[in-house]
């Protein structure tokens, strides 16, 4: 399959990058949340080493940030989702499913406590903005819904915390995991945040005017030249090696947080109010479905994505990548329970591969 | 600006007639609802004059059919639109913009009544179905909502009609604009109606069993061949020629629909229960934009989108093509009112634009 040109119009929305990313070379974009995301610069594979060796600069705009204001807000966040959000700590991100009223995973975002009563939800590709403000009218909620003028840029890899040090200051080091500090650029004040779509490491600074967007693309590219600092995006390599889960490929509206294995973020015994617990709780051991990872070691041949045993459908590839790491085919699949508990392998196109849980784990593979 | 590749993976999620557009030799694909839209198989320019000229095939099955199910379905989609939809006749498409509390365009679908307490909402580029769910939810609503398994494939241009005959018979012709006929393919019946987002006339097929997209290309293709049938998309020049607006280019959330000149949709007076009327009713008449039309006899280059007078932003261009059959660059372009009520023409990049209503009315600007 050639591959096909992107047309770019006013409803794929850019970026205050965007100038910046075509000047740099960007060569390929999906998009999401109706905007240009960048996915490669040099080909899929290069940029994978650059990001794993040395550091890289996303545009991530498309990280909306849906934010909800108000004397509701909390109250109704937490009826979007499952996880128990009464303990959150301003400033830091958690990760937590959006999940109505059948348990079906509506996004999953990361929710950001950025002050009282003000919360933002740092969205995947889908319009929370639209539930959440469906939501908040039908239940007479007291709250403002709006996407926020912010614009994530990401600075990724094993040398991030140095590139980003060297442009926001010593407080850098010091953000742990999913915490962010208020750091000064250029006299503004912007949330840092050690986070991001890959596990080389980095930090996402939610750059909050579009006036400093160049100014800030172009010193950390000064500022990263020793480092050998490269423009780059989610890597489909990288995010499918750690075993980063993407919204739309991966899971659906049709599958719940348990098919997914988020498990870990649904508290089912809270006392709280969340629109999805009452299904949740009913659907905990039985649902249909379960993600897995395959691993093929060889190249193989898709005819669509459903995998067939014995004349029926017992499974989708969601994603898949060739890994120049391990020399294998990966990829995430959701396949049926009762197959799993029988089976550990599956075939397709004649070639054999091995079932093994999410995330990968490369030393029990190799 | 150089062309991009489009990064396809299933969150761009492919369609029953992929395979068919794929060996017709699409060239370029948006992406429309969280799906792959064909955008052009030989150029714009070529493709237009197909379209104008002869008649051609559109996999819009992105044009997704959010279905409203349930005895409270008519309530619920009265709610979302100021356009009293209570005389609704079965078989029917209504445009009809949905807007929010604050008069604000959350999409500008299609609505069907397809059966009783059964309505199709045939979406522009939004989650609606997540509107709509949290609108029920809070409402306590009894309505079922969901993505319809239905992909609309249309069939556009002037022999349109002597084409779908062939197919599906002599109801056809007897098809009246914005209704439709349950026809027979092959066995099944599906929904025939006189629609398109073309001005060119023509057909929306709303194919309800994947099994039957390949087939159903292909017999367009077979007996359409003496008819010059072609592949195509949406074509950004015959929808500007014609003043088709597009939802997330011409118009967003930010935008009531009194700025988009939508008007005659919106029933101010009726005494029903809809969500923006009330903000509606106090913006009629204050509103501070209007979409227009711009016309320049030369080619201009755009740096942004903002059109500045006199140190200050005026407006903003919205969508821009090179009309080859006028000869002139068009634009839509959202104006201040206080600018428009004082000029007629804008000057951007040194070049002078004549600003027109929309649609354009070509006899009075040649």
Chains 1, 2 share one sequence.
């Not at 992107?6 to 109706?34: D, M, Q, W």
């Not at 959440?132 to 912010?150: H, K, N, P, S, T």
């Not at 503004?188 to 890959?198: D, E, I, L, Q, T």
């Not at 392998?345 to 079932?355: E, F, L, N, P, Q």
């Amino acid at each position: 399959m050639a591959d096909k040109i992107l047309s770019i119009s006013r409803r794929t929305r850019s970026t205050p990058f965007s100038r910046r990313v075509e000047a740099a070379g960007v060569k390929g974009y999906t998009v999401y949340n109706h905007m240009l995301l960048p996915t490669f610069f040099d080909s899929s594979e290069v940029d994978y080493w650059s990001l794993c060796n040395d550091v890289q600069v996303w545009d991530v705009s498309c990280e909306r940030q849906i934010e909800v204001k108000g004397p509701d807000s909390e109250r109704l966040i937490q009826l979007m989702t499952p996880r128990d959000i009464s303990k959150a700590v301003i400033g830091q991100g958690l990760y937590a499913p959006l999940c109505d009223e059948n348990g079906g995973v509506i996004n999953d975002p990361v929710l950001i406590k950025f002050a009282p009563d003000d919360w933002w939800i740092s969205i995947a590709d889908s319009d929370v903005r639209l539930w959440a403000r469906g939501l908040a009218l039908g239940y007479g909620l007291d709250v403002e819904i709006f996407e926020a003028g912010v614009w994530p840029l990401a600075v990724q890899g094993p040398k991030a915390e140095k590139l980003v040090t060297r442009v926001f200051g010593d407080e850098v080091p010091g953000i742990r995991f999913f915490r962010s500090k208020m750091l000064e650029y250029q006299g503004r004040a912007m949330m840092v945040m050690r986070s991001g779509y890959s596990k080389q490491g980095g930090f996402e600074i939610y750059l909050n005017d579009p006036e400093l967007a160049e100014p800030q693309w172009d010193e950390l590219f000064e500022k990263g030249q020793d480092l050998n600092v490269r423009p780059g995006g989610p890597n489909l390599i990288e995010r499918i090696e750690s075993g980063l889960l993407s919204y739309g490929n991966d899971m659906t509206m049709a599958h719940n947080p348990f098919e997914c294995g988020l498990d870990h973020f649904i508290d089912l015994d809270a006392d709280i109010d969340s629109i999805s617990l009452p299904a949740l709780r009913k659907l905990k051991g039985r649902h249909e479905h379960q993600l897995v990872g395959l691993v093929f070691d060889e190249l193989m041949q898709l005819d669509g994505f459903e995998i067939h045993h014995d004349g029926r459908v017992v499974g989708d590839i969601r994603s898949l990548v060739w890994s120049p790491r391990y020399l294998r085919h990966l990829a995430m699949a959701m396949m049926k329970r009762d197959f799993l508990s029988q089976h550990q392998s599956v075939s397709i196109d004649g070639k054999t591969g091995k079932i093994v849980d999410l995330p990968f784990d490369f030393d029990a593979i190799m």
